[in-house]
């Protein structure tokens, strides 16, 4: 006989097993003890709350930060079966009285809500004569100031323990580094036997990083391997976002813009299409994306660095959920760096400067990695692994080295020699040998340096300096017009007392090779089958009025075509396909797969 939480699993879900550590989270839970929960994006996590919430007496409180998060969980728990709502600023005067109705009748299952929502003393005391499953923090990261979202209404959410200190509470995020674990730990009051970390590692996306180089065709470069794909390219700025949205339309792609400046109509009406799959490309800046729970997101591009490892990861977290193959590609380059340090350098809080800038240091150590990129990745986050991974730009396509030793010195000595007084422009133009009025009139053509490195491009001198700045013998200062200067580690390479290597620049995208045609666990299927689930589940999703990744995951539709069942059990014994589903849509994809 099942035990009730995989009971629960199969029938309401649709999941024939529990993932790791899953059952031992819902199993503390349902016994009243408190988790915290660190999983990557596409883990598993809101099954550890959910799950649990269903099977102890009362309301489950989920603590979200986005409405957008809200929307796509409670609509994908509806059609589960599960009676879930969210109480938000979305909702109408009307909507909100059902809500607090069903609430105080006992008629929900699952309650999403924002923190400073949940926190007023008007919801507080709503909350007081009601049975309490569970309160589930979402994005926990966001109450610690190291975390790289932090949201200043997330840290009094350590009040409810004082409320409701009986309740079992579980915190959830999908990045957090040590510090901001402890914080988490501490401004909640939980303990370190309460914790459950698993593997940060996603190993069905494939980690590429580029130097840039017309990055505007670098990314066309791309994108025209990846046919009708949906997925999301980061940029830094609005005016970044609204510049590449224009280019790739004038291609013929479907893309839009997203990002702040937008209205909220707007940002909706991008989200909505994307989120349907009638549109293939969303161009945003970090506005988009936290929450989102569209699960057949095959890549993401960052056009600009991001300023830390967190949110990168999580961003590129965005890609592959369903667990099919999926691409993170990175463009960086030299002024993406000075620009993070720039905008960080304007802060007026010295200390969160200080953490900023420390987390930048390491988004660049990892863009210029020479060494496995996921093995870097997973170190970042205190996990370390001996194996390479094989599915990353370094492991598919090694990076050539070469002796730059000479350059270097060249390099470094035309630093000094123009005094530690100008950016990487000017050196460049020095050590190439350029006339130009600022050279002639500041003399520089008269310098031992002038024209020594005539025979090396713009490119290639830009990429060593960067390369000199990343390694520590240069420092840019960006508080000041980003002059390069000379840091001690740059004596020893003057003197000749050492020799430096470097990595030649990596400006082609390698074509990874087509693996959609397999499912996750490497079983292949009917490419064309797989597309006619996907046009049934769409049309289905539109009568329904819910996202198609709510109906069915692509992972789930490729276990379909892989296996073809023919009658309910077969059926139901896919993975992602529970009671409800069977119900609603198994008429429908059976008769599919008969007639095929």
Known sequence: MLSAPLDTLRRVFGFQLFRPFQEEIVNRLIAGQDAFVLMPTGGGKSLCFQLPALQRKGLGIVVSPLISLMKDQVDALRTNGVR??????????????????????????????????????????????????????DEAHCISQWGHDFRPEYTQLGLLREYFPDTPMVALTATADDQTRKDILEKLDLRLDDCFITSFDRPNIRYTVLEKHQPARQLMNFLGSRGKEAGIVYALSRKRVEEVAR?????????????????????????????????????????????????????????????????????????????????????????????????IEKGNNEQQNRIELHKLNAMASFAEALTCRRRVLLGYFGENTTEDCGNCDICLQPPESYDATEDARKALSCVFRVGQRFGAGHVIDVLRGIRNDRILRLKHD????????????????????????????????????????????ARPLLRGEETLRLAKPRIKVKVAKKTSSRSPSGVSYDPELFEALRELRKRLAEQDRVPPFV???????????????????????????????????GEDFLALLMDY
Request: proline residues 3%; glycine residues 10%; aromatic residues 10%.
């Open 84 to 137: 879930a709502a969210y109480y938000n600023s979305s909702l109408g005067q009307k909507e909100s009285r059902q809500v607090l109705a069903d609430m105080h009748a006992g008629r929900l299952d699952l309650l999403y809500i924002a923190p400073e929502r949940l926190l007023s003393p008007g919801f507080l005391e709503r909350l007081q004569g009601i049975d309490i499953a569970l309160f589930a923090i």
């Open 247 to 343: 280019r790739l339309c004038d291609a013929g792609l479907s893309a839009a813009p997203y990002h702040a400046g937008l209205s909220d109509k707007e940002r909706q009406r991008v989200q909505d299409l994307f989120l349907r799959d009638e549109l293939q490309i969303v161009v945003a800046t970090v506005a988009f994306g936290m929450g989102i729970d569209k699960s057949n997101v095959r890549f993401v591009v960052h056009y600009d660095l991001p300023k830390n490892i967190e949110s990168y990861y999580q961003e590129t977290g965005r890609a592959g959920r369903d667990g099919l193959p999926a691409e993170a590609l990175l463009l960086f380059g030299y002024g993406d760096i000075a620009l993070c340090r720039g905008l």
């Open 446 to 489: 008269s310098l031992s340096t002038y024209g020594i490195g005539g025979d090396v491009s713009r490119d290639a001198w830009g990429n060593l300096l960067r390369q000199l700045v990343h390694h520590g013998y240069l420092y840019l200062d960006v508080g000041n017009y980003s002059v390069l200067r000379l840091t001690e580690k």
């Open 551 to 585: 109906v069915f995951s692509d992972a789930t539709l490729a276990e379909m075509a892989s296996r073809r069942p023919r009658d309910d059990q077969s059926f139901l014994a896919i993975n992602g396909v529970g009671q409800r589903k069977l119900e609603r849509y």
